[in-house]
C-alpha cells in the first residue's frame, strides 16, 4: 500500500510551522454548552432540531398524504414567526394541513370562514353589553383572532375592510377596538386559504396585505400513490390522530434559533440581487414581464424563510440553495404583471424562474 | 472572534502566497526561454528576452493579488466547506449557539485538509518538463550554429526593424553569420576566381591583404569559410558621412594610407579622413561615391606610375 507522505494543516511544510496558538485552538475546542446567556433551552432545541423537525413530519404524514414541501413551507413559515397564504383547488386537505399542525404543536387553533358578509368585528371581536351585580357594562368579547394559529378560510371571499382588520393583527399582533389596545397570544400565526377558481364575487386581497404574508404556497394535487395513501386512511374504520410534539415554549425557542442561524455575505447578496432584479427599473426579465417588483421586506422574508430552511434541513448556515428554494413562495405574490406577460400565458414562478437563471 | 478559523485561513493564506511565488517564479523562466530562443533564432541577443520576462512577472503577480481569495481555493479542493468556510469567516464575530458549532464543524473538517492538495502537481509537473525542454532547445541553438542549418529569419523581420531593436536596445545584432541583404551582395568578391588567387582558407596564388607567410601562395586572407576575401562589408566615413567603399583586388593587396594622404592635395579631400569599419552599408549621396571614385582612380594612377 502507498503511504501518504502529504502533510495536514498544522504540519510543516515550506516553512510554515505550527503556532502554540493553533495547538492550544486544537486541543480545546469550542465548547458548545458554555456560551454565556444562551438560553438553556435553545440550547436544548437547537441539538435536537432535526429529530424535532422528523417528528413532526411523522404526525403530519399520519394525517396528510404527501405534500411534504407544503409542509415545510408552512413550518418554515409559523418558525419565523410570520404569515402564510396557501393556495389550491379545494378539497386538498389545506384546512386539515393547519389543524393538524396546531395538534401537533399544542397550539391554540381556531377557523374563521370568510363570506363576504362578514364583519371585522367578527375576527377582531366587540364589545358587548353585560350585566354584573345588577350594572350594565361593557366587557370586550374577544374574536376568533385571539388565538395562535388562525385560519382564515377562503380570505378573498371576505370584504376588502374585514381583510384590512387582520392588518394590524398580522403586523402588530394587537388588536386595537375603540380606545384599547389588546394584545394576541404568542406565537400568533395568520394562515390563509384561497381558491384561484370561482374568482367571481371575491375581493383579491390588496397589495398591502399580500406582502404581510411571508410565503404564498401553492397546493398542488397529489400524486396517484398519495392519492391511494388518502383513500386508504380516511375510508378505513378510524380517523387517524396524532399527537403533540413540541409545545409553546419550544416553538418560542425554534423561533429564535431560526434567527441565529448564520448567512454569509455571498449570499446574503444572492438574495438581495434576486430580489433587486424583480424590480422593473433596468432592463432584462423584470422590466420585460413586471409592473412591480418585490419590496424590502420581501429581501427580508427570503433571508429569513432561508435560515429556517436551512435549521429544519439540519444545517448550521444558509445555503444558496435555500435562497433558490424559498424564493418562488416568497416572490411570487410579490410580484406583479404586466398585461403582456398576462397575454402570455406568463406565471410569477415563471418570471422567478428566468431572474434565478440570471443572478 | 473565532480565532481558529482566522488562524487556519492565515495558514493556508501563506502556504497559498508561496505556492503562487513558486509558480509565477516557473512561469518567468518559461517565458523568458521562449522568449531567449525565438530572439536566438532571430540573432538578437537573448538577454533581450529578460524584458518580456520581467512584464509578465509583473502582469502575474499583480494578476494573483487580485484573483487570489484564499477560502475559494480551499473550497475548490475540498467542496464539504463550500458555504460552511465563508459563513463561519463573514460571522466570525458572531457568538451564538449556531456560530460556534459551524465553526467547530468548520475546524474539523480543516483539520483534514492537506497542504499538497494545493499543489497542483500535474501543472507543476508539465512546466517543469516544459522548463528542461526549453533549456534544453536553448543550448543546443546555442552550440549548434543554426545559421549552418540554411535559416534566414533576418528576412522574415526585415532590415528596418533589426536596425529599430538596435537602437532601442543599443546591442549589435548579428546578422553577418550568413545571412547576407541584397545591399551587402556588392561587397563580395564578383568571382570566386578572384578569392581562390588572392587566396583564402587554403591559400591564393597571389600576394593578397596581409599576405601569409610565403609570399605568392597567399593564405593571410580570409576567415573560415567566408567566401569574401574582404571580410566583412565595409564603408568608409568621411567628413562625418558615411560612404560606401569597394576594394577591387586587381589593384594590390594593401591600401598605403600613406600614399592616398599625398593624393589628399591633389584629390581635393576635406581634412581628417578615418575608415571605420561598419556592417551595414548605408545609403551615400551622389557626390559622395563620386568622391570615392575619383579617389580610387587617382589611387590607382599613383600605383600605375610607381609600377
Known amino acids: 500500500m502507498k503511504k501518504r507522505t502529504q502533510t495536514k494543516i498544522g504540519g510543516s511544510i515550506w516553512g510554515i510551522r505550527e503556532t502554540n496558538e493553533r495547538r492550544d485552538a486544537l486541543k480545546e475546542p469550542i465548547s458548545l454548552i458554555d456560551i454565556p446567556n444562551e438560553k438553556e433551552d435553545i440550547k436544548r432545541v437547537y441539538h435536537k432540531m432535526k429529530d424535532i423537525y422528523n417528528e413532526i413530519l411523522y404526525e403530519m404524514k399520519r394525517v396528510i398524504a404527501g405534500q411534504e414541501k407544503v409542509i415545510e413551507q408552512i413550518l418554515i413559515a409559523i418558525f419565523t414567526r410570520n404569515h402564510a397564504l396557501l393556495e389550491g383547488f379545494p378539497g386538498l386537505g389545506k384546512t386539515l394541513m393547519i389543524s393538524t399542525l396546531s395538534e401537533i404543536m399544542d397550539l391554540d387553533f381556531k377557523r374563521i370562514q370568510c363570506t363576504p358578509d362578514l364583519m371585522p368585528s367578527d375576527i377582531t371581536g366587540t364589545y358587548v353589553v353585560e350585566e354584573r351585580d345588577g350594572r350594565k357594562i361593557f366587557k370586550f368579547e374577544k374574536g376568533p383572532v385571539f388565538t395562535n394559529i388562525l385560519l382564515a378560510d377562503e380570505i378573498n371571499r371576505a370584504t376588502p375592510k374585514t381583510q384590512s382588520a387582520l392588518l394590524e393583527a398580522m403586523q402588530e399582533r394587537q388588536v386595537s377596538v375603540g380606545t384599547s389596545t389588546y394584545p394576541l397570544d404568542r406565537p400568533f400565526f395568520v394562515l390563509a386559504t384561497q381558491n384561484p377558481i370561482e374568482m367571481e364575487g371575491t375581493y383579491p386581497l390588496p397589495e398591502a396585505q399580500t406582502d404581510r404574508f411571508l410565503l404564498k404556497i401553492l397546493v398542488d394535487y397529489p400524486s396517484m400513490e398519495e392519492e391511494d395513501r388518502i383513500v386508504d386512511l380516511y375510508t378505513g374504520e378510524t380517523i387517524p390522530k396524532t399527537k403533540r410534539i413540541i409545545g409553546k415554549e419550544k416553538l418560542l425557542a425554534i423561533q429564535e434559533l431560526t434567527r441565529k442561524i448564520p448567512i454569509a455575505n455571498e449570499v446574503k447578496e444572492y438574495a438581495l440581487n434576486i430580489v433587486t432584479k424583480t424590480r422593473p427599473i433596468t432592463d432584462g426579465t423584470a422590466k420585460k414581464y413586471l409592473d412591480y417588483g418585490a419590496s424590502p421586506r420581501a429581501t427580508i422574508g427570503l433571508v429569513l424563510a432561508a435560515k429556517a430552511r436551512a435549521l429544519i434541513n439540519g444545517r448550521n448556515y444558509v445555503s444558496k440553495e435555500d435562497i433558490r428554494e424559498m424564493a418562488y413562495p416568497v416572490l411570487r405574490h410579490r410580484l406583479i404583471l404586466n398585461f403582456e406577460s398576462e397575454r402570455k400565458g406568463i406565471t410569477t414562478d415563471d418570471v422567478i424562474g428566468e431572474i434565478l437563471k440570471e443572478v | ?307
Request: net charge negative.
Open chain 2, 1 to 307: 472572534m473565532n480565532d481558529p478559523i482566522v488562524s487556519r485561513l492565515n495558514e493556508v493564506k501563506k502556504l497559498s502566497w508561496k505556492i503562487h511565488a513558486f509558480c509565477v517564479i516557473l512561469n518567468t523562466i518559461i517565458v523568458f526561454l521562449a522568449f531567449a530562443i525565438i530572439l536566438r533564432f532571430l540573432g538578437i541577443p537573448a538577454i533581450i528576452a529578460i524584458c518580456p520576462a520581467i512584464i509578465y512577472l509583473m502582469i502575474d503577480v499583480i494578476y494573483r493579488i487580485h484573483r487570489t481569495n484564499v477560502i475559494r481555493s480551499i473550497v475548490i479542493k475540498y467542496p464539504s466547506l463550500n458555504e460552511r468556510l465563508q459563513t463561519a469567516y463573514d460571522n466570525r464575530n458572531v457568538r451564538n449557539i449556531v456560530v460556534e458549532s459551524l465553526v467547530k464543524d468548520v475546524s474539523r473538517r480543516m483539520d483534514r485538509i492537506w497542504y499538497s492538495s494545493f499543489l497542483d502537481t500535474k501543472e507543476v509537473i508539465s512546466r517543469t518538463i516544459l522548463t528542461v525542454i526549453l533549456v534544453f532547445i536553448f543550448l543546443s541553438i546555442n552550440f549548434i550554429n543554426i545559421e549552418d542549418l540554411g535559416f534566414n529569419f533576418h528576412g522574415l523581420l526585415g532590415r528596418d526593424f533589426l536596425d529599430q531593436i538596435e537602437n532601442l536596445t543599443g546591442f549589435d545584432i548579428v546578422r553577418d553569420d550568413g545571412f547576407q541583404w541584397e545591399e551587402e551582395e556588392k561587397f563580395e568578391s564578383k568571382n570566386r576566381v578572384e578569392e581562390d588567387t588572392l587566396g583564402g582558407e587554403s591559400g591564393g596564388e597571389l600576394p593578397g591583404i596581409n599576405e601569409g607567410p610565403i609570399p605568392g601562395f597567399g593564405g593571410g586572407v580570409g576567415e573560415g569559410s567566408n567566401p569574401d576575401i574582404y571580410g566583412e562589408a565595409s564603408s568608409a566615413k568621411i567628413a562625418g558621412e558615411d560612404i560606401d567603399m569597394e576594394v577591387h583586388p586587381e589593384y594590390g593587396g594593401e591600401i598605403e594610407i600613406k600614399d592616398v594622404e599625398e593624393e589628399k592635395v591633389r584629390g581635393k579631400f576635406p581634412g581628417n579622413l578615418k575608415g571605420k569599419s561598419s556592417e551595414i552599408p548605408e545609403q551615400d549621396p551622389v557626390w559622395a561615391r563620386e568622391l570615392i571614385r575619383k579617389y580610387f582612380q587617382s589611387l590607382q594612377n599613383i600605383l600605375e606610375e610607381e609600377e
